[in-house]
């Protein structure tokens, strides 16, 4: 195969733009990160110069001390936390728990639910958040975790994925735990959950990812800094602390590690992820 | 007798089906039905969120409002909503599509799994970013004194000028769809990635042993059987570029004119939250959904009639 080993003007113009997407990509985050480090005159100085001169801690202060001193982004981000986590882990189980049904019971309507859950996606959560808003406000819910959380429950993607999953699990070990005498639900909890866990890592990541990138509906649900997430703080940081770039990378930069931390060392389920239909809230 | 206790136990399993399912119907009902049956019955009143008197009938008022040409010239009307959606969309899924398949057949062609690797992560790594950091970034590369004039000067050899990226409504709109483009690049390329890898490479060594030269192989091969793919990554593309949200919402907010970004998303939060007028916010909602839905009737029609059989 040495013809292959040839270097041709097509190959370099091929390996020409593979690189010039590899900066376009990741340029900005590499400016992030090393933005951080600087003082304002530094960052807007012409021309740029990628190595922060010294380091400038006093924007990491700045970023988590928040605007008046408050260290509200440690609630904040506590926030956005508690919230993403909360809602990976009831897409889990509500998901599997109907994932389950619908792949391995046989029961009148099991076709109709399917079809109905699969139609929601074509539902678009901007489409419906003001009805959902007045929901929040009947229910006097505004800035409680209940009302972040409750329209995320779980998503028809998840329900989707999660009977795709199930429907080639082997019913031989679900009669088996049956002829032993296991209770359905102890079923589902002790041999299927267990049995899942790859589609259930995907799932998990994709779920808290959405809600740790969503900034639609805590802007509709918390009005008290308290109940802010970590995008809202970001926003409302970069808006008040406008002149003061350094401070905003040193922000965007700490709200950014837990999705990176995250990446690389889940980074398979990241890209296996991907290649499925996001959900609709992605 | 044997067959009767056999469909007992059916039952009983058919029952616990049932009770699995519930859940999940409980939530889509209260959550997802009920609530898009209520954007539409809302969007015949005039409704607003503060008012105790009960809201008036208005037919289809709202909508008749939303399509009034005689609004058309105001600058945050729905109609220049519609324009700058489509445009984002269109501006936006376009390179997407085109930069996303290309790169994606260039790195199958690399001989290094290692580099296939190292290139798939390094595009998906703006993905994980959110876009609020996303547009935060981009915003201080787009200042009037940061690298996107810098660069630009430097490439076009007009050093000084600014192209107003946060400013100017055209340049502004780019901005939107550059920082789009920048986030979900590498998410298409892993999805065209995948279906590529579905290609028998059985169909390949037959092409190169008939004769025929990459490009064509491209055209001839690649192309139509990756048409199920292309079709998905379209629409799902189209359907992301018409909910955008954040990147405008934080451009706007730090000070960038509204009306050129004013996309649907941004008009019903305004409408809807800000100016509490649900009824008309509604009326938006519905116009968003009807294309939504639209558009993925039309990829179910066309992925059903165009299935492909290696």
Redesign the interface.
């Known amino acids: 195969m040495q013809i292959e080993r040839k270097i041709t003007l097509p190959k370099i113009g091929m390996s020409l733009v593979l690189l010039a997407m590899l900066f376009f990509t990741l340029m900005p985050i590499v400016f992030m990160i090393s933005a951080s480090f600087m003082t304002s005159r530094q960052i807007l100085r012409m021309p740029f110069s990628w190595i922060p001169e010294g380091f400038a801690w006093e924007n990491f202060a700045k970023a988590i001390q928040g605007n008046d001193q408050t260290y509200i982004f440690v609630r904040n981000i506590s926030n956005s936390l508690i919230v993403s986590t909360t809602v990976a882990v009831t897409t889990v189980l509500i998901a599997s728990l109907t994932g389950y049904g619908l792949a391995k019971f046989r029961f009148r309507g099991r076709t109709t639910i399917f079809m109905m859950i699969m139609a929601t996606m074509m539902i678009p959560f901007e489409a419906i958040m003001i009805p959902l808003y007045m929901v929040i406000m009947v229910l006097r819910i505004q800035n409680t975790y209940v009302g972040l959380i409750l329209p995320f429950l779980v998503s028809a993607f998840g329900v989707f994925q999660m009977k795709q999953y199930l429907t080639t699990f082997p019913t031989e070990f679900i009669d088996a735990a049956r002829v032993d005498g296991m209770g359905e639900f102890g079923i589902y909890l002790r041999i299927v959950l267990p049995n899942c866990k790859p589609v259930i890592a995907t799932l998990a990541i994709l779920s808290f990812r959405s809600q740790w990138d969503n900034l639609l509906w805590p802007l509709l649900v918390s009005q008290s800094d308290k109940m802010k997430t970590i995008p809202q703080y970001i926003s409302n940081f970069a808006l008040e602390r406008s002149t003061d770039e350094g401070a905003m990378m040193a922000a965007a930069l700490l709200a950014s590690i837990p999705m990176f931390l995250l990446f690389m060392s889940l980074t398979k389920y990241f890209i296996g992820g991907s290649a499925v239909y996001e959900s609709r809230k992605g | 007798m044997g067959l009767k206790k056999y469909r007992g136990i059916?039952r009983k399993?058919?029952?616990?089906?049932?009770?699995?399912?519930v859940?999940?119907?409980l939530?889509?009902s209260l959550?997802?039905?009920?609530?898009?049956i209520?954007?539409i019955y809302?969007s015949f009143f005039d409704k607003r969120?503060l008012s105790k008197a009960p809201p008036k009938f208005l037919g289809l008022g709202n909508y008749i409002r939303l399509f009034d040409p005689a609004r058309a010239a105001n600058s945050l009307s729905f109609y220049n909503s519609l324009r700058a959606t489509l445009v984002f969309t269109l501006g936006t899924f376009i390179p997407l599509l085109i930069?996303s398949l290309?790169?994606a057949v260039?790195?199958s062609?690399l001989?290094s799994n290692r580099t296939k690797k190292f290139?798939?992560?390094?595009?998906?790594?703006?993905?994980?970013?959110?876009?609020?950091?996303?547009a935060?970034?981009?915003?201080?590369?787009f200042?009037p004194?940061?690298?996107g004039n810098?660069w630009i000067n430097a490439l076009l050899g007009t050093p000084g000028v600014d192209q107003g990226w946060l400013v100017d409504p055209v340049m502004e709109q780019v901005s939107t769809m550059v920082i789009y483009f920048?986030k979900y690049?590498?998410?298409f390329v892993?999805?065209f990635i995948?279906g590529l890898a579905s290609i028998p490479p059985t169909i390949y060594e037959a092409a190169t042993i008939d004769g025929a030269s990459?490009w064509q192989v491209f055209w001839r091969i690649t192309l139509p059987l990756l048409k199920p793919t292309v079709v998905l990554v379209s629409v799902?593309a189209m359907?992301?570029c018409?909910?955008t949200?954040?990147t405008q919402?934080?451009l706007y907010?730090?000070?960038a004119p509204r009306a050129p970004i004013n996309v649907?998303?941004f008009n019903?939060?305004v409408t809807?939250?800000q100016q509490q007028y649900?009824g008309r916010?509604?009326a938006m909602?519905?116009v968003?959904?009807i294309m939504?839905?639209l558009l993925?009737l039309l990829q179910f029609k066309t992925t059903k009639s165009e299935n492909v059989d290696y």
């Open positions: 059916e399993q058919a029952r616990w089906g049932f009770i699995f399912v859940p999940s119907m939530f889509f959550f997802s039905f009920y609530p898009i209520n954007a809302t969120a930069l290309m790169i260039f790195i062609n001989s290139l798939q992560i390094s595009y998906y790594c703006p993905a994980i970013l959110s876009s609020v950091v996303a935060t970034i981009w915003m201080i590369i200042d004194r940061g690298l810098q920048w690049i590498g998410y892993i999805l995948t990459k799902m359907l992301q018409l909910k949200f954040s919402y934080m907010s730090n000070g649907i998303t019903i939060y809807g939250i649900l916010a509604s909602s519905v968003l959904f939504m839905l993925t």
